[in-house]
Every structure is written in C-alpha cells, then in structure tokens.
C-alpha cells in the first residue's frame, strides 16, 4: 500500500513539474516572440509621439489652464506630463529590453549557423524545382568546367564550397551578402543598448527611494538651506537634470530638478559662481547671444576652474554638463513713485526695492505688502493696430504682486516709459487675479510732456470734494449763461444735480454714474440722460484742469483736439481704476541692472549607450536594407555535360530577376563558348 501511495505522489509532483515546465516554456516563448517585441515597440512609440505632442515638465497651472481640472487631473494620474520619467514607460523599456534580449538569446545562434551555412546538401531534385533555374550543355571537360565555374564565381565576389557527387560530378554552393543577417543582430541589440541607456537615465533611483518612503518632492516655497534631507539628492545621483539661476557675484552648490508639482535640491560636488553675464541684442532689441563666465571651486582642487559657457557649448566637468540656458534678473534695484489712484490729493511716496524682496507698503486704510517679482530691461512689442508692424523695443517693465491682510494677491505689470497707442501715448500697467488669466491694462494718458503727472493732477482735482462747489459753480455758470433768464431754483436744482454727479464719479466712476441714471431716470429716457450726464462730467474735467493750471500760474489751455481727447482718456482711466484691484500705482522711475545667468546641469551616463545604439541601429538598417543575400548552386553532370544553374534571393524582386538574368547570360557564354 506504502508503496502505491508513494508512485502516486511521485506521479503527482512530475505532472506538476511539467505543468510549470510548460508555464515557463510558453512565458519564454511569449517573451522571445517578434510580435511581442514588436508589440512593445508600438506601444513605446505610441508614448513617445505623446511626449513629443505634450510640451513635459511645465508648471502645472500651464495644463491647467489647458486641459481644464477634470482632464488635468486624468493626465497627472497616467503620467503623460512627464512621460519619459513616469513608471509605467520605464516598465515598457524593461519588457522592451527583456523581449528583445530574449529574441536575440533564441535567433543568434540560427543566423550564424546560416551565415556560415553554404547549403552544400542540396539535391538536384529540389535545385530543379527553384523559380530562376536554367541547365547548360558544355563542351568541357568535368574538371574544366569547375575551374571556369571557380573563376567566375570568384570574380563576382561569391564564396564557395564544392561537394563531390558520386556519379563523378561536383557542387559548386556559393553565396554573396550572408552579412545581412548581422543587421537583424545589430538592430535587436541597438534597441537593447538604448532602452538600457534610457533607463539609466531614467531616475530609477530617486522613484525607488520614493516608492519605499526615503524621498519625497517638496512642494513649499522655502529657500534651498531650509529644504530637508528627504527632498535632496546627494552629489552621488546617478542621473539628474537640474536648473540653477546665478545673480552675477553670488554662487551655489545645488540645483533644483523640477518634478510634477514640486522639485528636488540636487547637491553638486562643487561650487559654480558667476562672475559676469553679457548678452547682445538685435536693433530690435531682441536677444541676439548670451554667455556666462563661471568658475568652479571644487574642495578636491587647490585653484578654480574658470570658464565661459555659451548656447549650444557647455562646459563639462566631472561627467557634469553645464549649459547656458536662459537668463532673467538677479535683483536689480529698482525706484517708484507711488501714487495713490482713489485718493483727492497728487502727491507721490518714494520707494526703493529689489527684485524677488517684498515690502510693506501704506494703502489707505488697508495695509499691503509689495511683492517685486521680476524687471526686464528690454520688451520687444508690436504695437500697430492690424499687427503688420515692426516689433520694437518699448523700453523697461516690472512684474509685481500686491498682496492685502487676508493673503489675497494680484499680479501687475507696469511699464516706465508711456506706449504709443492709437496715435497717443499711454502708461500702461496690466493685472491679472490668476497665473492663468490674461493681463487687463489699465491706461492712463500721457501729458503734453509725456509724463503722468499731468493725469495724477487732473484726478486729485476730480476727487477732492473740496473742489466741487466752484467747480460746480463753473459747470453752472457756462451751462445757463446762454439763458437770459434762468430762475434760483432753478439753478440751484441744476447745481445740485452736478453736485451729486460730481461725488457719484468720485465713488465710482462711470458705473456709479449709470447706477444712478438707472435708479432715478425712466428706462426710454436713460439714453439722453448718460449723453446729458456725460457732458456735465467732461465739463467738469476741463474746468478742473483749468483750475489746475491757474493754481500753478500757467497761462490757459488751448481747447484742441489733443486736450478733448486727454480729457476723454483720463475720464477712462479714472473710471477704470475703481477696478484696478489695488489703490496705489507703482510708478518705475529708476533702476540698477543686475542680471542672472541662468544653467541647466545634467548627469547623463545612459548618453554614450545610446549613442552607441543609434550607431549600431544605423549599421543594422544599412545592413539590411542595402545588403542583399544571394546564393548560387551549379551542379556539374558528367553525363552529357550539363550544368545545372539555380539562384534564390532574401528578397526576390526586379532587381533580383535582372541579376539572374545577367548571371545565366555570362554563365552561357562561359560555358556554352557563346559569343558576345
């Protein structure tokens, strides 16, 4: 019994031995297939046009905006803003890499026994059943008709091997381009070296650190010494790409990788300084070149390093590549006035700060802190109205945010000299809420002198109460004087009516105007009454600006058209600032350049792997598509002296048809002594 049960069991584990014998045989089979390599390569092709479609490793706000929150959230989840970093793409080179080894480890040895095989066993039977054959009768002698064939088969570059027949006979097994099977080898073995290039340069370190809890990305704006250790990557990384911006005079010893909504610090095992930035523009004033000089200070040298990298040349060091790769600001000390836009006086607060500071600024009764985020020296813009103009440079700009008690911020742009627009000239300052949104401009006119204290005089008139009982005695006065008779209650119900327009502007501008035409004007007759109301308001602006000009002992205005439309656009331009999103206007009236340098370094090992791959694809292609396999079989009969002639091809096509034309012809008149 003891007996039996042991049989069976012995039984039972070689059925199960089997049964995975065959699960791994058919997994290796799957595995070493072409059609699965080829599958893969499809699918890695697929992701690839998707990296190159979808702009990668932009700020997420970018796709955003883009793709709205549903679909950006879709496209964060699969991995396609960073495709060629992403988990599942390095999963596809793994199984490219596996597959295509696998097809090599099984098929090599095949191509070389063929390589080498000349097919010298080949019977006449089959020779006679091959497409492109063709049988001769020669006046030779058997052993002079295998010197012929020798000869000939040599001077058409042909390799041979002859095999004796045993009715005394000879086979001449010969071939030409068996080298072509290299290009199969050397392109499978391309795709290996570069997916294993690839990888190398895939981050796997850092996603492994991050899959098991040692790395995580940091997400707050901190600076870089205060950036823990799980954020950092030592000097040691394997691969990176990283970003460093240089204000002239400072240095760094790490750069920041930028991945999905946050970064990394890469430490470097040295320390880059930049010791000047210099760029060239176009008459334009578009950038023409730019270059760095930096120097290392590496603690394993006694003296710096010192270079000048520009576009397109780095400077390697230590397998560190260190490009020129964009520039910007490094601080620049900038000058304001800093006028208040929705106040009843026009004088200025002078201010003082430096690009990437914030500070804390008076408005009103509402405490505000300035943010300067950027300064730009030069601005190339096309300002002609059908866009078919010379671009040109309008001089400096400043980015900065205003950021109120409660955190809530919104970006400007202000520009220090006035733009021509429409023929006049204008201070420009653009806001926007979000990162996304497009700038809104704000105008305000410039004065005969081209300068904005002309508007800020204007506007502190406009709004000072203080002013309105003569300036509505003045409207009064020009708008009755045509009536010879014009009774007190008149005049003081007209009076009262400028008055309260007077302080709806000024709480306002014209959208506290039409709120008060529609809550006291009938529908049919709002029409003339903003046309009326408009007026009054223009009348009132030209005699406030002539109550200026008489404080300052100018002589008057002449009423042109140059006056009537600063008076229109500074009516405008007061209406729009109740919209503005802050009470102060930043006014650049001076700067100090200071420019940045900003590099990208990367560390990439896998770079000579797959310039090695491309190399071999490159031969592999030409290999298979510029060498063509040929063989030949002449099978020599002694009875009657025949000679039997077949040829095959890898790729039977015309050319093919000619050569084995051109070959039966030289052939016959080799053997059969036919003339040319």
């Known amino acids: 019994?003891?007996?039996?049960?042991?049989?069976?069991?012995?039984?039972?584990?070689?059925?199960?031995?089997?049964?995975?014998?065959?699960?791994?045989?058919?997994?290796?089979?799957?595995?070493?297939?072409?059609?699965?390599?080829?599958?893969?390569?499809?699918?890695?092709?697929?992701?690839?046009?998707?990296?190159?479609?979808?702009?990668?490793?932009?700020?997420?706000?970018?796709?955003?905006?883009?793709f709205g929150q549903f679909w950006f959230e879709f496209f964060e989840f699969i991995g396609l803003y960073d495709v060629y970093h992403s988990g599942w793409f390095l999963i596809i080179l793994v199984f490219l890499v596996l597959s295509?080894?696998?097809?090599?480890?099984?098929?090599?040895?095949?191509?070389l026994r063929e390589l080498r095989a000349f097919r010298e066993n080949a019977k006449e039977v089959s020779l006679r059943s091959f497409s492109h054959k063709y049988e001769y009768h020669t006046p030779y002698s058997v052993e002079e008709t295998g010197s012929r064939l020798a000869q000939f088969l040599t001077a058409h570059g042909f390799r041979f091997k002859t095999v004796d027949q045993a009715d005394g006979g000879s086979l001449f097994a010969a071939k030409a381009g068996s080298y072509q099977r290299l290009g199969y080898?050397?392109?499978?073995?391309?795709?290996?070296?570069?997916?294993?290039?690839?990888?190398?340069?895939?981050?796997?370190?850092?996603?492994?650190?991050?899959?098991?809890?040692?790395?995580?990305?940091?997400?707050?704006?901190?600076?870089?010494?205060?950036?823990?250790?799980?954020?950092?990557?030592?000097?040691?990384?394997?691969?990176?790409?990283?970003?460093?911006?240089?204000?002239?005079?400072?240095?760094?010893?790490?750069a920041f990788m930028r991945i999905r909504d946050g970064y990394l610090v890469q430490d470097l095992p040295f320390s880059i300084a930049l010791k000047a930035f210099r760029i060239e523009h176009y008459e334009t004033g578009q950038p023409k070149s730019f270059e760095s000089d930096i120097m290392i200070i590496d603690p394993e040298r006694e003296d710096p390093?010192?270079?000048?990298?520009?576009?397109?040349?780095?400077?390697?060091?230590?397998?560190?590549?260190?490009?020129?790769?964009?520039?910007?600001?490094?601080?620049s000390r900038l000058d304001f006035k800093v006028w208040n836009i929705l106040g009843s006086h026009a004088d200025t607060m002078p201010f003082t700060g430096s690009v990437f500071n914030k500070y804390d600024v008076s408005g009103g009764n509402t405490p505000l802190s300035v943010e300067l985020s950027d300064f730009r020296l030069f601005n190339i813009l096309n300002l002609s109205t059908d866009g078919k103009g010379k671009p040109r440079n309008v001089g400096p700009n400043v980015t900065f945010k205003v950021r109120d008690a409660e955190g809530q911020a919104?970006?400007?742009?202000?520009?220090?000299?006035?733009?021509?627009?429409?023929?006049?000239?204008?201070?420009?300052?653009?806001?926007?809420?979000?990162?996304?949104?497009?700038?809104?401009?704000?105008?305000?006119?410039?004065?005969?002198?081209?300068?904005?204290?002309?508007?800020?005089?204007?506007?502190?008139?406009?709004?000072?109460?203080?002013?309105?009982p003569e300036l509505v005695q003045r409207v009064s006065h020009l708008a009755l004087s045509s009536h010879q008779e014009v009774k007190d209650e008149t005049q003081q119900k007209f009076e009262a009516s400028v008055m309260q327009l007077l302080q709806a502007f000024s709480q306002g501008g014209f959208g506290k105007v039409a709120e008060?035409?529609?809550?006291?004007?009938?529908?049919?007759?709002?029409?003339?009454?903003?046309?009326?109301?408009?007026?009054?308001?223009?009348?009132?602006?030209?005699?406030?600006?002539?109550?200026?000009?008489?404080?300052?002992?100018?002589?008057?205005?002449?009423?042109?058209?140059?006056?009537?439309?600063?008076?229109?656009?500074?009516?405008?331009?007061?209406?729009?600032?109740?919209?503005?999103?802050?009470?102060?206007?930043?006014?650049?009236?001076?700067?100090?350049?200071?420019?940045?340098?900003?590099?990208?370094?990367?560390?990439?090992?896998?770079?000579?792997?797959?310039?090695?791959?491309?190399?071999?694809?490159?031969?592999?292609?030409?290999?298979?598509?510029?060498?063509?396999?040929?063989?030949?079989w002449l099978l020599v009969k002694p009875e009657n002296s025949r000679v039997l002639f077949a040829m095959s091809s890898s790729r039977k096509n015309r050319d093919f048809d000619i050569e084995f034309e051109r070959m039966r012809g030289k052939l016959a008149r080799l053997l059969e002594n036919q003339q040319e």
């Open 1 to 66: 019994m003891a007996s039996v049960i042991a049989t069976l069991q012995i039984c039972e584990w070689s059925l199960v031995l089997k049964s995975e014998s065959s699960t791994r045989r058919r997994l290796y089979e799957l595995l070493s297939s072409m059609r699965f390599a080829v599958s893969v390569l499809v699918v890695l092709g697929i992701a690839s046009v998707i990296g190159t479609v979808l702009k990668q490793n932009e700020p997420y706000t970018n796709y955003i905006v883009q």
């Open 100 to 111: 295509t080894s696998l097809c090599i480890y099984r098929n090599t040895p095949l191509m």
């Open 305 to 331: 390093v010192t270079a000048t990298i520009k576009v397109n040349h780095p400077l390697i060091y230590k397998g560190i590549a260190i490009y020129q790769s964009d520039f910007g600001d490094g601080g």
């Open 516 to 632: 008060m035409i529609d809550a006291a004007v009938p529908q049919e007759q709002r029409a003339g009454a903003a046309q009326a109301y408009l007026k009054v308001v223009t009348t009132a602006a030209f005699q406030a600006y002539a109550m200026n000009r008489e404080r300052a002992g100018l002589p008057p205005a002449e009423n042109n058209e140059a006056l009537q439309l600063f008076i229109e656009d500074s009516l405008h331009a007061m209406s729009d600032s109740f919209y503005y999103g802050a009470p102060l206007y930043l006014q650049l009236t001076g700067f100090d350049h200071r420019q940045s340098s900003g590099l990208q370094l990367t560390r990439s090992p896998g770079k000579v792997l797959v310039y090695s791959g491309s190399v071999l694809l490159v031969l592999g292609i030409f290999a298979m598509i510029y060498i063509r396999e040929r063989r030949i």
């Open 185 to 254: 080898i050397l392109t499978h073995a391309a795709i290996v070296v570069i997916c294993i290039g690839g990888l190398m340069d895939g981050n796997l370190i850092f996603k492994a650190q991050e899959l098991l809890g040692y790395k995580k990305i940091e997400t707050r704006d901190i600076p870089e010494r205060s950036v823990p250790p799980e954020s950092r990557m030592s000097p040691a990384n394997l691969s990176f790409r990283a970003n460093m911006t240089l204000p002239e005079g400072a240095g760094a010893n790490a």
């Open 410 to 468: 919104r970006e400007y742009v202000n520009y220090m000299h006035p733009l021509q627009l429409d023929g006049r000239q204008y201070f420009l300052s653009g806001m926007r809420s979000m990162q996304q949104d497009s700038y809104r401009y704000l105008r305000i006119p410039a004065d005969e002198n081209g300068e904005i204290e002309g508007y800020m005089q204007l506007r502190a008139a406009m709004f000072d109460r203080s002013l309105y």
